[in-house]
């Protein structure tokens, strides 16, 4: 056996019935293998090890009263994984399926997707079991005000910054940080994801959907390639989808599917226009679900079934595809699907939305591939703008902010290329990514000693 493979045994055995941050340390440590020969210094001061166990866990729950008077309890998760090269890093996610396991796997490829931004962010995630889907403004603010009561005492804008992810968007934000700010009685940028008149920066919310377009358009100019009349296919309908869909419509394609928990749409004609506003409208303002999208456009909508699916199993033609949705939304057979179906080029908006099998197929059919900690590492790399300027008491304007992210997803490209050639395997960028964000946590974790 060798030596990564017995530290994957090892982390097994250690966090049973963890499948999720599993599947997340074993992509990870396959792809590191070449790492071991040339420093055998991370060997000796067991790097490998220590990487993948988090510097502390935060469990706690969550007691709220819903409007009928009615008591609930949740849990609340803050895993504090890595801070080797600066203050913790990384979202909070409600959702029903959240568990520690999940959390573990966020909070871990959040070590490596900070440390390919180029900024001094170490990696971090958090969340709950909290359902804010069909709860008042009420419920949801008395839900984050108990949830930070407890959460509070282990941020600080040196120490752990979070955002938003999943279920956790501007209101929820909101929430969050005016209980912080009463109850520490100062404002600082504890949080990234914040309005734009109390600290947030302009493109926070568009940064993790242009950030994995602009990654995909980087990987397709290496083949002399562009976005121009693709058919794209996106799934999700939140935050990521919704800006994906505008950056892909700006840069001349055609986004064709946006989906949400109850199925899928299609539209050929492409998402744009009014139709894009429709959607946004229709996410952030009414709350529906997307199936409205299709009553009002007259377009085929596929009930229970996921965009993968109905590419598989309808033969959609798609160019390009951009899971915007959530972890192991491609299996082997959905990947198939997209490669029969002629997908040239993959870049994830979502966290770990490729389980392995499928990740297998796209090298085998010589895909371009953007792994979710490169690709999606555009919401970071804003939510690290956005405590520059929370620290310089500024704020920079649409342009410098979107200049600056395009830049960090043009070095993180670059990154990702350089070390796949350097460390024996041209044009992975899977291998490129982890090897790049891997090698600069390790070096410092090195010059710090063991601690």
């Not at 602009?214 to 996106?234: P, Q, S």
Request: net charge neutral.
């Amino acid at each position: 056996m060798s030596y990564l493979k017995e530290v994957i045994a090892k982390l097994k055995e250690k966090n049973p019935a963890e499948p999720e941050f599993h599947q997340a340390a074993e992509e990870v440590m396959e792809t590191l293998e070449p790492t071991v020969e040339k420093h055998p210094e991370f060997v000796k001061a067991a790097i490998y090890e220590r990487i993948v166990e988090p510097d502390r866990v935060i469990m706690f729950r969550v007691p709220w009263v819903d409007d009928r008077g009615k008591v609930h309890v949740n849990k609340g998760f803050r895993v504090q994984f890595n801070n080797a090269i600066g203050p913790y890093k990384g979202g909070l996610r409600f959702h029903p399926s959240v568990n520690l396991g999940i959390i573990k796997f966020l909070g871990f490829e959040q070590i490596f997707k900070n440390s390919l931004t180029t900024l001094p962010i170490g990696g971090g995630k958090g969340g709950s079991d909290f359902d804010p889907k069909g709860k008042s403004d009420g419920e949801v603010m008395k839900f984050c005000y108990s949830f930070m009561r407890e959460l509070y005492r282990y941020l600080g804008p040196d120490t752990d910054v979070p955002a938003g992810d999943i279920g956790v968007g501007g209101r929820e934000i909101g929430y969050l940080f005016g209980f912080y700010k009463k109850i520490k009685n100062e404002h600082t940028g504890v949080f990234t994801g914040k309005g734009r008149e109390w600290g947030g920066s302009l493109i926070r919310p568009e940064a993790t959907g242009y950030g994995a377009v602009y990654y995909a358009a980087e990987m397709l100019a290496t083949r002399n390639d562009d976005f121009k009349g693709k058919y794209v296919a996106i799934s999700g309908s939140g935050n990521v989808a919704q800006y994906a869909t505008q950056k892909v419509n700006e840069l001349g394609g055609i986004p064709i599917t946006l989906s949400d928990s109850s199925g899928t749409i299609v539209d050929m004609d492409g998402i744009k226009g009014e139709k894009w506003d429709f959607v946004m409208n229709l996410k952030n303002v009414k709350r529906g679900r997307i199936k409205e999208y299709a009553e009002k456009y007259n377009v085929k909508y596929y009930e229970g079934k996921s965009v993968w699916d109905v590419i598989k199993e309808e033969g959609v033609k798609v160019d390009i595809a951009l899971p915007c949705a959530t972890q192991n939304e491609i299996n082997k057979e959905q990947a198939q699907g997209l490669v029969n179906n002629g997908c040239i080029c993959l870049s994830e908006g979502a966290n770990m939305p490729s389980d392995l099998e499928a990740i297998n197929i796209y090298m085998d059919n010589n895909i371009l591939y953007g792994p979710g900690k490169a690709a999606n590492a555009g919401g970071v790399s804003v939510s690290g703008l956005e405590m520059s300027q929370n620290s310089l008491r500024l704020s920079w304007t649409r342009e410098e902010v979107d200049n600056h992210l395009q830049r960090i997803m043009k070095s993180i490209h670059k990154a990702s290329l350089e070390a796949a050639e350097a460390y024996g395997d041209p044009g992975n960028y899977m291998m490129g990514a982890n090897i790049a964000g891997f090698i600069k946590v390790a070096k410092t974790m090195l010059a710090y000693g063991v601690i």
